[in-house]
Nanobody
Framework: QVQLVESGGGSVQAGGSARLSCAAS??????MGWFRQAPGKDREFVAG????????LYADAVKGRFIISRDNNLNTVDLQMNRLEPEDTATYYC??????????????????WGQGTLLTVSS
């Protein structure tokens, strides 16, 4: 059972940057992604990355502002968030697909989830 632990949430001002990190308890051998859930809203896909890192997917709302990356030697996946907006305020979740599912999916077809980290963007 893969365990995922997010870190890096907090409070930032609009226009600023933040970086989230997710540490996996073991090599996942699969694609990973970031999702978020704002208060009163459904969870939504933010970004995904393939096992090799060669393929990335982004939600339209974050394209051009967020960058997902991974380090398979460290079993980590990061989300660099730039030009943050108050609408980015949410709890962010790291997720991993099951072993051998190499490509990211823009849906919640992920088998392992972290506990989430809250990011608040103030105007």
């Amino acid at each position: 059972q893969v365990q995922l632990v997010e870190s890096g949430g907090g409070s930032v001002q609009a226009g600023g940057s933040a970086r989230l990190s997710c540490a996996a308890s073991e090599r996942t051998g699969s694609a990973m992604g970031w999702f978020r859930q704002a208060p009163g809203k459904d969870r939504e896909f933010v970004a995904g990355i393939s096992w090799t890192g060669s393929e990335t997917l982004y939600a339209d709302a974050v394209k051009g502002r967020f960058i997902i990356s991974r380090d398979n030697n460290l079993n980590t996946v990061d989300l660099q968030m730039n030009r943050l907006e108050p609408e980015d305020t949410a709890t962010y979740y790291c997720a991993a697909r099951r072993f051998w599912m190499m490509t990211p999916a823009p849906t919640d077809d992920y088998d392992y989830w972290g506990q989430g980290t809250l990011l608040t963007v103030s105007s």
